[in-house]
């Protein structure tokens, strides 16, 4: 199976301080995303995105899936960003998901 | 709009006693299901999907067995927990394709 990996794993930050999360890929995947899980442990889904660039607020996702990475930005990072990051994917005709361990990340007012 | 109910949010079971956790996913039809469970370590591990009714696949050997007695109903059960059956359970539904997962709220169990 593919591997992911995540880095890196623990990062803390000052409130409006910005950030670059990044996952690597084993294998070419064709369903990358992204989450966010809350320290109530709710698992957030903030982008799918195979190839490309997406925006959503302060949040971006860049894949680049010919060289098997993806990337999420945060900008002006507030203190409700805290919790944990995941990137998952799964290759072409399989329907399990697999995450990194994750990216905790510290945002300290 | 789809949503998806999992629960009981938090449970304490003794060893050796049964677990039933029942997940169910609301405005879709035919929802690829998963339960996922995270131990202490942050890692997700898949521990069983289903693509339909009565179709189950185990990715781990354990002490844990699901069922999908309904489209949109998925129920992780064992007979007799084990201590390290404790950890936090995530149900999850995407539809068919390259589409985006989403979960429910989880199940956080501790066995003692």
């Known amino acids: 199976g593919i591997q992911v990996e995540q880095s890196p794993p623990d990062l803390i930050l000052q409130e409006g301080a910005n950030s670059t999360l990044r996952c690597n890929f084993s294998?070419?995947?064709?369903?990358l995303q992204w989450f966010h899980q809350n320290p109530w442990g709710q698992l957030i889904n903030l982008f799918y995105i195979p190839s490309g660039t997406k925006q959503n607020g302060r949040l971006s996702a860049t894949t680049v899936a010919t060289e098997r990475y993806s990337l999420l930005y945060i900008s002006s990072s507030q203190t409700t960003d805290s919790g944990v990051y995941f990137c998952a994917g799964l290759k072409g005709g399989s329907e399990k998901l697999v995450f990194g361990k994750g990216t905790k990340l510290t945002v300290n007012p | 709009s789809q949503t998806i109910h999992q629960w009981p949010a938090t449970l304490v079971q003794p060893v050796g006693s049964p677990l039933s956790l029942e997940c169910t996913v609301e405005?879709?039809?035919?929802?690829?299901l998963y339960w996922y469970r995270q131990a202490a370590g942050r890692g997700l591990q898949l521990l069983f999907y289903s693509v339909g009714i009565g179709q189950i696949s185990s990715e781990v050997p354990q002490n844990l067995s699901a069922s999908r007695p309904q489209d949109r109903q998925f129920i992780l059960s064992s007979k007799k927990l084990l201590l390290s059956d404790s950890g936090f359970y995530l149900c999850?539904?995407?539809?068919?394709?390259?589409?985006?997962?989403?979960f429910g709220s989880g199940t956080r169990l501790t066995v003692v």
């Open positions: 405005g879709t039809s035919n929802p690829n």
């Open positions: 294998d070419s995947v064709n369903n």
């Open positions: 999850a539904w995407s539809a068919y394709g390259p589409y985006g997962y989403t």
